[in-house]
Nanobody
Framework: QVQLVESGGGSVQAGGSLRLSCAAS????????MGWFRQAPGRESEGVAA???????TSADSVKGRFTISKDNAKNTLYLQMNSLKPEDTAMYYC????????????????????WGQGTQVTVSS
C-alpha cells in the first residue's frame, strides 16, 4: 500500500520561500504520477503541480514561475519548492500519487488521485 508523508510546511512572510517534502513508500514499480494539491478553507481544492515517472513536470498557471516540483528517486521523495510566496498561497498542501501516468499526469487531476498524505500547512502573511 502506498504511503505518503509530507513535511516542510510553516509560516512565512510574503515573498519568502518554503520547500515541502513528501516521503513515499509502498510503491512496487511501473508508471506513476505524483503531485501536490492544496486546500484552503472555503475554497475548492486546487492541483498545484504534477510529475510523472520519467520526470515530466507541469504546474498550474497560478504558481508557474514560482513553484517547482521535483523528485529524488533514490530517496523516494517528492519536493515542492515554493518561492515568492503570496498570502493567497495559504492552504493545507497535500502530496498525492496515482498509478496512472502519461497524459493523466497534470495538475488539474492531482486532487482526484487515490493516495494522499496527511497534509502540511503553509501560511503566508502579508
Amino acid at each position: 500500500q502506498v504511503q505518503l508523508v509530507e513535511s516542510g510546511g510553516g509560516s512565512v512572510q510574503a515573498g519568502g520561500s518554503l520547500r515541502l517534502s513528501c516521503a513515499a513508500s509502498g510503491y512496487t514499480g511501473g508508471s506513476y504520477c505524483m503531485g501536490w494539491f492544496r486546500q484552503a478553507p472555503g475554497r475548492e481544492s486546487e492541483g498545484v503541480a504534477a510529475i510523472d515517472s520519467i520526470g515530466v513536470a507541469t504546474s498550474a498557471d497560478s504558481v508557474k514561475g514560482r513553484f517547482t516540483i521535483s523528485k529524488d528517486n533514490a530517496k523516494n521523495t517528492l519536493y515542492l519548492q515554493m518561492n515568492s510566496l503570496k498570502p493567497e498561497d495559504t492552504a493545507m498542501y497535500y502530496c498525492a500519487a496515482d498509478r496512472r501516468g502519461g497524459s493523466w499526469c497534470i495538475p488539474i487531476n492531482v486532487d482526484t488521485f487515490p493516495y494522499w498524505g496527511q497534509g502540511t500547512q503553509v501560511t503566508v502573511s502579508s
